[in-house]
């Protein structure tokens, strides 16, 4: 008897019915499925998805397109290295529901886990700077008065590079004070992850108002949930003059901060809890750029 199976066009229509996803990540399941569909998902090797991604980057930037009568166009633009990364993880994602659903052992390897993903650069608008988190700080003590928790979680959010989702997750009891430290089980890439904590955010936790060790940290005063925190954030972003920006901002001003003062990359890579060179290659450029105003300062 044939042995019949599954193969990734029928892996991406279950993983489609499972999840819930957006345009973008419907888009990305379109594209390896019109590059790989009719194979085994088992059986697709790393050189297939390497052949897939040339493929990608020369195809670049689509525009327009909504349905079949109507399909998007190249636009003749290459796709950023952040977009060809989103790629690999949807990928990747695929194979994760996969396993999950049986269509794969849980031994098998992803063909995406030999992929290096690319250095993605942070765009020198997109991140908060010590002085704009100063700033930012002050106005959210001056607006937040009723949750009162926002200065702190901005601050820990700077000064850590934890994810705003892994912040609201954190209990009491992830939080040592006398140690300084706080952990998280698990972060976006799976792994712990524990991050010190200096004397000013040990204060700022220190004044925040706790139950019992399995209380939320930043829950909400209401429920005891985690905390909406993003109608607030907004006000207090417009009252800084920092209309439209994300929390996620803060992570990369983490990051970017270290860099500019000379931290290692290496380093920067165990304070962001990155598992790969690549994640913190991104923040480089201000090392050197942070380097460049110094010699030009002495030396012009």
Not at 60 to 84: D, F, M, Y
Not at 206 to 232: C, H
Request: hydrophobic content about 40%; overall charge positive; glycine content about 8%.
């Amino acid at each position: 008897m044939e042995l019949v199976m599954t193969t990734l066009r029928e892996a991406a229509h279950a993983w489609i019915a499972c999840v819930e996803h957006g345009s973008g990540s419907l888009g990305r399941i379109a594209f390896w499925t019109e590059q790989l569909g009719d194979k085994p998902i088992a059986d697709i090797t790393e050189q297939d998805v390497d052949l897939a991604l040339i493929a990608l980057a020369r195809r670049g930037k689509l525009k327009g397109g909504r349905g079949r009568l109507n399909p998007p166009i190249p636009t003749g633009q290459p796709l950023a290295p952040a977009s060809i990364n989103r790629f690999i993880s949807t990928l990747a994602g695929l194979y994760k529901n996969s396993r999950k659903l049986r269509l794969l052992p849980r031994s098998h390897t992803p063909p995406t886990q030999g992929i290096e993903k690319l250095p993605e650069t942070v765009d020198p608008d997109k991140y908060f700077r010590p002085d704009e988190v100063e700033k930012l700080l002050a106005v959210a003590t001056a607006i937040d008065q009723r949750w009162k928790k926002l200065p702190a979680l901005i601050l820990l959010g700077f000064h850590t590079g934890l994810r705003v989702g892994n912040l609201l997750s954190l209990r009491w009891r992830d939080v040592d004070l006398e140690r300084a430290v706080v952990s998280v089980s698990v972060t976006k890439n799976g792994r712990p992850h524990v991050a010190a904590l200096t004397p000013r955010r040990v204060g700022a936790l220190s004044k925040l108002p706790r139950s019992d060790v399995n209380a939320l940290v930043f829950a909400s005063y209401k429920s005891g949930k985690a905390f909406n925190y993003q109608n607030l954030w907004r006000r207090v972003c417009d009252a800084s003059g920092f209309s439209g920006r994300t929390f996620h901002w803060l992570r990369h001003g983490c990051g970017s901060a270290l860099a500019a003062k000379g931290v290692s990359q290496a380093q920067i890579m165990a304070v962001m809890g990155h598992r790969t060179l690549t994640a913190s290659a991104r923040y480089m450029h201000c090392n050197v750029e942070d380097r460049r105003a110094v010699v030009d300062k002495v030396f012009s």
